[in-house]
Each structure stands twice: as structure tokens, then as C-alpha cells.
Nanobody, 124 residues
Framework: QVQLVESGGGLVQAGGSLRLSCAAS????????MGWFRQAPGKEREIVAA????????YYADSVKGRFTISRDNAKNTLYLQMNSLKPEDTAVYYC?????????????????WGQGTQVTVSS
């Protein structure tokens, strides 16, 4: 079993920054692909970014490229999402997720374990 706990969400003005963290426990964190997803009210859950086990391969949704950076510290069993130049349309609940398969996946159903989510609200 895997436990994922997100933190770092909050309220920020447009143009501001936030750093999300996801602490993992229960499995060897470094073996697996990790991803950040988000879900806004009335919308489907969507991929934000994903990272392979070593951190050398990453994926970003077009909407966040150049603004968000995904990273991981395998020694600390922690996943990060640095979010800069935030926009009101980034407002959503952000989830971290773990995928036991090796290739980077971008669909939510490919991921096996999920955190409880953290709210990010960007005011205009």
C-alpha cells in the first residue's frame, strides 16, 4: 500500500508562485513514475506533469509548459511541483499520483495510488 500526502496549496494572486509537495510512504518511491493532476469544478481530472523514476524524463501539459516544474527527491520520498506565473485558470484541486508501470503515462486511469488533493486558488 502507498500513502501520498500533498501540501503547499493555498490562495495566491495572479502572477504569483506556489510550491506543492507530495510525501510518499509505504513503497519504494524511487521505483515509480509520479504525476501531478488537477481538477477544476465541473471539469475532468487532467494531467499537469509527470516524471520518471530518475527524474531525467518529464512531461508537461501544454497549458503549464514554461511555468511549472516537476521534480523529485528520492532520498526524501518527496515529489514537488513548482508553479510560477500562476493564472486564474490554474485554480483547481491538485493531486499527486503514483504509477507502478515504467513508461510515463498521462491519463488518470493509468495511475494506481492518489493523494487526497490540495486546493490551489489563483485570484485575478
Amino acid at each position: 500500500q502507498v500513502q501520498l500526502v500533498e501540501s503547499g496549496g493555498g490562495l495566491v494572486q495572479a502572477g504569483g508562485s506556489l510550491r506543492l509537495s507530495c510525501a510518499a510512504s509505504g513503497r519504494t518511491f524511487s521505483n515509480y513514475v509520479m504525476g501531478w493532476f488537477r481538477q477544476a469544478p465541473g471539469k475532468e481530472r487532467e494531467i499537469v506533469a509527470a516524471i520518471n523514476w530518475s527524474g531525467r524524463s518529464t512531461y508537461y501539459a501544454d497549458s503549464v509548459k514554461g511555468r511549472f516544474t516537476i521534480s523529485r527527491d528520492n532520498a526524501k520520498n518527496t515529489l514537488y511541483l513548482q508553479m510560477n506565473s500562476l493564472k486564474p485558470e490554474d485554480t483547481a484541486v491538485y493531486y499527486c499520483a503514483l504509477d507502478r508501470a515504467m513508461p510515463l503515462q498521462t491519463t488518470p486511469r493509468a495511475y494506481d495510488y492518489w493523494g487526497q488533493g490540495t486546493q490551489v486558488t489563483v485570484s485575478s
